[in-house]
T-cell receptor, first 111, second 115 residues
Framework: DAKTTQPNSMESNEEEPVHLPCNHS???????IHWYRQLPSQGPEYVIH???SNVNNRMASLAIAEDRKSSTLILHRATLRDAAVYYC????????????FGQGTTLQVKP | ETGVTQSPTHLIKTRGQQVTLRCSSQ?????VSWYQQALGQGPQFIFQ???????GRGNFPPRFSGLQFPNYSSELNVNALELDDSALYLC??????????????FGPGTRLTVL
């Protein structure tokens, strides 16, 4: 399974954009890039995913490098409720669809 | 539409005992995955069940076993509990089993403490 590298922690001010980076240099051509987040005392929740093109949804945007060796999750206006651990995950095209979580990035949002 | 539910919320056991954790999948989902999350770590994949059959397993010993029922709910059983089994156990449902485009919906977890 492809390995991901994320910073351990990041800080942001409320209502400012946040860019969460992820390196995945060993990604294969068919691996999808998924992002999940885990709020305190909750299970992880899906944020966004993509393959090659940049993606947008109501929660965030995902910018994928042209060589696919890195990606960035963008929260356009951070709120206090966005404080969580963010996981970047390579999802392989196997028949299990299992998620391989790394350590993730702990995002702190300051008022 | 109800989400993924897990029971119990918390559980305390002693070393050597056996435990059963339960999960009800989200309506319409036929696949359930189980994860173990130690304190300060990311979740680790235990196994997945699809249509009542095990459909993939992580690096966990045989004393971790599971079941899936016809209504797609699931149980995780752990025998001969060890202190290192203390963790948050997460259940996630999805449909169908392996799609790389499918998101998984997680429950709130069961906190197991082994003394």
């Amino acid at each position: 399974d492809a390995k991901t590298t994320q910073p351990n922690s990041m800080e942001s001010n409320e209502e400012e954009p946040v860019h969460l980076p992820c390196n995945h240099s060993t990604i294969s051509g068919t691996d999808y890039i998924h992002w999940y987040r885990q709020l305190p005392s909750q299970g992880p929740e899906y944020v966004i995913h993509g393959l090659t093109s940049n993606v947008n949804n109501r929660m965030a945007s995902l910018a994928i490098a042209e060589d696919r060796k890195s990606s960035t999750l963008i929260l356009h206006r951070a709120t206090l409720r966005d404080a969580a651990v963010y996981y970047c995950i390579m999802k392989v095209s196997s028949n299990t669809g299992k998620l391989i979580f790394g350590q993730g990035t702990t995002l702190q949002v300051k008022p | 539409e109800t989400g993924v539910t897990q029971s119990p919320t918390h559980l305390i056991k002693t070393r050597g005992q056996q435990v059963t954790l339960r999960c009800s999948s989200q309506s319409g989902h036929n696949t359930v995955s189980w994860y173990q999350q130690a304190l300060g770590q990311g979740p680790q994949f235990i196994f997945q069940y699809y249509r009542e059959e095990e459909n993939g397993r992580g690096n966990f010993p045989p004393r971790f076993s599971g079941l899936q029922f016809p209504n797609y709910s699931s149980e995780l059983n752990v025998n001969a509990l060890e202190l290192d089994d203390s963790a948050l156990y997460l259940c996630a449902s999805s449909s169908p089993a392996g799609g790389v485009n499918n998101e998984q919906f997680f429950g709130p977890g069961t906190r197991l403490t082994v003394l």
